[in-house]
């Protein structure tokens, strides 16, 4: 671990994983709303990674992502190069997201979802505990923190403590304000496990100090779902539409799509939990994928799938430049440091003096006292 100023370079990834619709509500949907499948799903192109579908006008867009998965095909996303990278990247002291995205999903991509963050949370163990195996030869320590929320265009929710937390304070006391000390990821499965009725943020953090040394890294997984518009959603208190319009305002002027009046204008990050926490990511800053989770039929979220879409093809062309964090001396360990290196010092010197106090008593019996006199003297130059 050293202080020197590291950084990453790269694009944001993005990849889609579409739930097929089934034979049996084909032909239910068909008969009933007067389903076409041409019209009412999305179409892929996995040879170039491309999707399209028609609006609410009728009018085809198209959408190009980094990789295609159908459900059908594949258990769960392969993301192993992905969650390499990840991981070493916090490992050398950046920080790195993970935002997944869920449009209509149920059980089944509930289920998909928690099995890929469970490899990323394990690819991260495993460099923990070899960190831990190595930590005598290196002197290097490692502490885990880790703080989980829910939240909402209106409120927030911290999943650790059980209690409600209002948005402000999360704002504006940090998310860091929360963290828990752990012994193991393993304790922070048992909670993330169960899953959140409202989106939620995971964060990790990863403390590591030597000798002299300190420096935090952290992992953020975002998970966003139920992203109705607020127009059709009843119970809008669980929505986050206005984080989710919020968000693509604030990569739109990232990435310069904006007239030159709203260039000069600020941009208010901090009025949103999402927006807050994942403003420094969509805007470059550290290393992000996304992974979205969308139904064939676009029967029901026509608008809000057309929606995402749009922004996972925007956030592609975000590029990265991930610095790594700053280091900050330890000045509790370098004092104690300092101290051990003072005492063995004063020990190599009590060794010199009674070594040359036997020296002048040997001398001394002999009646040499001029010469037992000048070996004493020496100690004390």
Known sequence: MNNLSNFYTSLVKSYVCIRPITTSLRDYLYYVHC????????????????LSAKNSEGNTCSWKVDKLVNESENNIMDLSEDEERITKLVSEGHDAACLFVEVGGDYVTFKKKQEQKKRIIDKLDSYIQSTVDTSNTNELTLSIEYAYFGFTDTYSYDMRRDVLCPSDDLINKGIDHWMKKIDSLKDIWKLVSRGSKISSVLK???NQANSLLNRHASLYIFDLHLLENKSKDEHYQNGIYYSFTSLRSIIERALGNTNDELKSEKIITNYYVLTHLLAPFACGHNELIILTYIQECLHTFRDETIMVLELVEMMRGIRILS??????INHERNSVHHLQK???????REQYICHKMKCSYQIFKQNKFEMAQ???????I
């Open 374 to 380: 000048s070996v004493i003297s020496s100690v004390y």
């Open 35 to 50: 389903h076409q499948h041409d019209s009412d799903c999305v179409q892929i192109n996995k040879n170039e990674s491309k």
């Open 204 to 206: 990790i953090r990863l």
């Open 323 to 328: 610095l790594v964090n700053n280091s900050s």
């Open 342 to 348: 003072k005492l063995s010092v004063y020990k190599v």
